[in-house]
């Protein structure tokens, strides 16, 4: 995935979209989206004639060198071979959180009570969605059921401001491999060699500067 | 492979975006939407909101039976009664309240909130019955501030929001090199339009944002332009000064589009026509010819002045003196130069003198206003300088080039135009009474409603009986809501729940909802009504399309849509024929009526809604105001009028109010009614308080979405760390917004985004979301009798920290 945070506006619809799609239960998000700046949701950092913000969604890496793959005791957590996707088998799943801890973006959840859904009988989004209960983690799954249609992940689809792109990494001419060699991208924490499949373009205004030159008398 | 079925369905409520969406079923129940193609997939969108409805509509705290009240008006305690009792009570009541008080005592609120045009408001079976009753119609009154002052420059024979519809259409913002975003949060409110801003900046755009906040557009702007609230209109006359001194104004635009070159009398105000100097028939505007020094008609002038003082013989003898209406417009520009301008609205000088050189240079140049400078009572002289800008540097009617904004050319003006619905509307030939929902508040409490009296009705330029509205008698004693919630969105909510909504004044209120919202639980008879997805309807998007709904899911309980409502209670009232067949059978006839509008592209309108459900009105290559010939009186731009058009009572033309009456001319600064510095009140209530339309919710709808409240849990102020300190107030303290008006506990956010002197609090949380009073308790409704727009944000607030 590439997601460009010069156009990301913070507006919470792949958050949503996820949610609904995937009938997450009460209190559970695959995809968040962060705010940079103050302390809450949409506040601004900086100072008050400079303030600061920006927003960072924030989903499974998906990385090729996974953390959560290697700690996992049962094989439940595993990587597929066609396309290295992080995929958890809740049949083989215990539930002892050690990729819950080990994962360096947070965004694995455990079950650790049966899953609510207080305000609704109906079973949401697509019912070839896996669904979860009680002792097993679950996780974002770049919507592996859609994935394999050919179809993007509902997290593309939905964002208001197209600013989320999913394809093949390894094919030069996809939108995602063209978007990352034209652009300064960054990864979350690479330092710890996770290398997420995730590139972030960062947030960025293009802007004329005058400067030097332009004021030599 | 998912098992759901999809069909063509919309989320419309009021935040003008009108999502065409795919409803997804799965035993007959609504498990997901999702975006369905328009034809111009630049179009396709879907939020945060509209994917949350498999929530709402199978939320266990839908009302699904139809309830009567047991108890006390608003305790809230109601029991299930079945549709034909509660049909017999809707009937019972209203043949009572016509007998006792005449059918105009009934008044019938279709609101915003569903665009639908069977079973919501625009128009929706609710005003097809309230004609046919001959009932009180509330109208208007809510987003008319700052619209009626830009079609006062460009459209002031129609007045209020016909300045809306005659933007552009949404996709023109990526021509723009220059938009300056003014009062409005697009990135929340808007989210749809953002990536057109998106794509203008791929090519090199410049964005600036003027708002008291630093908002997510704030953010995404490349200047923030933090103005005092409620001054923005010296801000927009500073401009202009800027504008005219330095020469940037459009000469010839001026000269052949707006009024700027016409003569104004210094007797009384009015452009001086041949008419004033020979005693003739002929009423040309006259002009000063800058080659001969000769007044004469502007038409046989080429080069005429644009700026002087002069003098004419008059036909009596008498020698006037005339200005142009350019030199009008810069001397009262000249009251707020740069320096004095930063000195009342805290934009350094500098800034003002540079966005106004962006935008004169840096063209094409698009104003993009919102209503975060219409919920004020001097809303309309923003809008009229927004206007002016726009017409004397020439910045409209080009492509990328407009100050009305990019919401127009939509379907929606016509499916809301009572003169292209009427036939729909108003079937048996009967019509409802319109009454301006800012003075519904008059009507309920005394009885009696100011009005302004046009001296001739069927000539709305001839002006009024007097100088001031007068009383007229307007009993209302009986109110029938749906599609809204005006318990929730009327201002001094005080006033709306104990006065207007007590047992004394009305009668009999029933309320049309899916939820228990403020105004339901005032009601007397509570019905529940269908969501978007359980009728068959046609909605005008504010966009270009007309689109069809199609019914998804059977209605959820006994719920039922407004059109079996009106018609079971019509049918009980002896006048069924009017309600004949199923809502589905409606559409084709308001297609039919839509369709006649647009002459040679009827058929191509018809064919695609047929084949596709959806069919675009405009002509994609429609440019408003591109031939430069503006619906104004004189056919100019006129940032200097002879009449200012006030929209109640309603007519078309808008009634005018003449300048020679006293009604000012020029786009001008009146401090706002409360929210001001120098009102001695801001020493006991130093805060300016706006209550904010944010992405959680589109005004009131989606108060209840779980999904949502995760997120954005409860009701929150956000004040500085300056206003909080000075407070002795922390982040995550429960705080107590107060005024003389009434009060709310909410959570501090502690938040730099807010200016010194100001509050934040988003709107839309229902009374039972607080944990004490509510936000709405604050506001007041000023009552502007020229703009008729209702002024939330011109409300003063204290908050400490609460005692509970």
């Known amino acids: 995935m590439v997601i460009d945070l010069t156009r990301c506006v913070g507006c919470q619809t792949c958050a949503v979209g996820c949610k609904i799609k995937n009938n997450l239960a009460d209190g559970l998000w695959w995809n968040r989206v962060i705010t940079v700046g103050g302390d809450h949701i949409d506040t601004a950092g900086g100072t008050y004639n400079h303030p600061m913000r920006y927003s960072i969604p924030l989903n499974c890496q998906n990385c090729e060198n996974p953390i959560c793959v290697d700690v996992c005791p049962t094989g439940a957590s595993y990587q597929r071979e066609e396309d290295n996707l992080v995929l958890i088998d809740y049949d083989k799943c215990i539930g002892c959180r050690a990729c819950v801890e080990a994962c360096p973006y947070g965004v694995r959840i455990a079950n650790s009570e049966e899953p609510r859904y207080e305000h609704c009988n109906v079973q949401l989004g697509s019912d070839d969605v896996t669904p979860r209960y009680r002792g097993v983690v679950e996780k974002c799954t770049f919507c592996v059921e859609r994935i394999d249609q050919g179809l993007n992940p509902v997290c593309i689809d939905v964002c208001p401001e197209r600013a989320r792109f999913f394809g093949d990494l390894n094919d030069e001419d996809s939108d995602v491999s063209t978007l990352i060699r034209d652009n300064p991208v960054e990864t979350l924490h690479p330092e710890l060699g996770t290398h997420p499949s995730i590139y972030f373009i960062p947030p960025n205004k293009k802007k004329s500067t005058r400067t030097g030159l332009d004021y030599i008398k | ?804």
């Not at chain 2, 003006?413 to 619905?421: F, N, W």
């Not at chain 2, 039919?592 to 191509?604: A, E, P, Q, S, W």
């Not at chain 2, 209840?704 to 849990?713: C, H, K």
Request: glycine share 8%; with cysteine; charged share 25%.
């Open chain 2, 1 to 804: 492979m998912s098992t759901e079925i999809k069909t063509f369905s919309a989320c419309v409520p009021n935040c003008w975006m009108n999502c065409r969406l795919y409803a997804h079923v799965r035993d007959g129940k609504l498990v997901q939407t999702s975006a369905a193609p328009f034809p111009d997939p630049s179009y396709n969108r879907i939020c945060l909101r509209g994917l949350t409805h498999p929530q709402r509509v199978n939320s266990k705290d839908r009302i699904l039976h139809p309830m009567k009240r047991v108890g006390k008006r608003g305790e809230n305690k109601f029991e299930q009664i079945t549709w034909e009792e509660a049909i017999e009570i809707f009937a019972t009541n209203l043949n009572r309240l016509r007998e006792k008080y005449g059918s105009k005592a009934v008044a019938f609120l279709p609101w915003s909130g569903s665009y639908a045009a069977i079973n919501g408001g625009m128009p929706g079976a609710i005003k097809r019955f309230a004609s046919i009753f001959e009932g009180t119609l509330v109208v208007d009154g809510v987003d008319f501030g700052m619209p009626t002052g830009i079609s006062q420059v460009v459209a002031n024979m129609a007045g209020g929001m016909a300045s809306i519809f005659l933007g552009p259409e949404p996709k023109d913002l990526s021509y723009a090199k220059t938009i300056i975003f003014w009062g409005t949060n697009i990135t929340d409110s808007q989210v749809h339009n953002w990536h057109f801003v998106l794509d203008a900046m791929e090519n090199g755009a410049k964005l600036i944002c003027i708002d008291p906040r630093y908002s997510e557009t704030a953010a995404k702007s490349h200047e923030w332009v933090r103005v005092r609230p409620g001054s923005d209109a010296i801000l927009a006359l500073s401009m202009i000064q800027v504008i005219i001194e330095e020469n940037l104004f459009n000469r010839d635009y001026c000269i052949q589009h707006t009024v700027a070159p016409f003569l104004v009398r210094q007797d009384n105000g009015l452009f001086l026509k041949q008419n004033d100097i020979d005693g003739s028939d002929n009423f040309a505007h006259l002009a000063m010819d800058a080659e001969s020094n000769v007044i004469k008609d502007l038409d046989s002038i080429s080069n005429p002045k644009l700026l002087g003082t002069f003098e004419v013989k008059l036909h009596n003898g008498n020698i006037l003196q005339v200005k142009t209406a350019l030199q009008m417009l810069k001397e009262e520009a000249d009251k707020y130069k740069p320096s004095e301008a930063e000195r009342i609205t805290t934009v350094p000088a500098e800034k003002i003198v540079e966005i106004a050189r962006i935008y004169t240079t840096n063209t094409p140049s698009t104003i993009y206003p919102g209503f975060g400078i219409d919920r004020w009572d001097n809303a309309d002289q923003i809008g009229r300088g927004i206007a002016t800008l726009g017409v004397i540097t020439g910045q409209i009617g080009k492509k990328g080039a407009s100050p009305l904004g990019a919401m127009g050319q939509s379907a929606l003006q016509y499916t809301i135009s009572d003169k292209v619905m009427g036939p729909w509307t108003a079937p048996s030939g009967t019509e409802a009474e319109l009454l301006n929902f800012v003075l519904l508040q008059q009507a309920i409490i005394s009885g009696k409603v100011d009005m302004w009296e046009p001296k001739d009705p069927s000539n709305p330029l001839a002006g009024t009986t007097s100088k001031t509205p007068v009383s007229k008698d307007w009993p209302i004693k009986g109110l029938i809501l749906t599609t809204g919630n005006m318990v929730s969105n009327h201002a001094e909510q005080k006033v709306t729940i104990d006065e207007m909504f007590s047992e004394d004044k009305l009668d009999f209120i029933c309320c049309i909802d899916m939820f228990m919202t403020d105004t339901a639980r005032q009601a007397d008879l509570f019905l529940p009504c269908t969501s978007w997805f359980e009728n068959d309807d046609i909605v005008g998007g504010l966009h270009p399309y007309v689109m069809r709904m199609e019914k998804a899911i059977e209605p959820m309980g006994e719920s039922k849509g407004d059109w079996e409502i009106f018609k079971l209670l019509a049918q009980k009232m002896g006048w069924g024929e009017y309600f004949k067949g199923d809502a589905k059978e409606q559409i084709d006839g308001i297609l039919d009526v839509l369709g006649n509008l647009f002459g040679d592209h009827k058929d191509r309108i018809l064919k695609e809604f047929k084949e596709n459900g959806i069919a675009r009105l405009s002509d994609p290559n429609a440019l408003p105001f591109a031939d430069g010939v503006f619906y104004t009186r004189t056919g100019r731009a006129e940032f200097y009028s002879e009449g200012v058009a006030t929209v109640f009572p309603k007519s078309m033309p808008a009634l005018q109010l003449p300048v020679n009456e006293g009604h000012n001319p020029l786009p001008h600064f009146e401090p706002p009614a409360e929210a001001w510095i120098d009102n001695p009140l801001i020493k006991k209530y130093p805060l300016a308080l706006a209550t904010l339309h944010t992405k959680w919710r589109v005004h009131t709808t989606f108060y209840e979405v779980p999904a949502l409240r995760e997120m954005d849990p409860e009701p929150v102020v956000y004040l500085n760390k300056k206003e909080s300190s000075k407070r002795g107030l922390k982040d995550g303290d429960y705080v107590t917004v107060f005024n003389d008006r009434g009060h709310c506990v909410v959570r501090l956010v502690v938040d730099d985004s807010i200016n010194d002197g100001g509050a934040a609090i988003p709107k839309g949380w229902q009374r039972h979301q607080f944990k004490e009073g509510g936000y709405q308790e604050l506001t007041k409704n000023h009552i502007n009798t020229v703009h008729y727009g209702m002024s939330f944000f011109d409300a003063l607030v204290e908050v400490e920290k609460w005692k509970g």
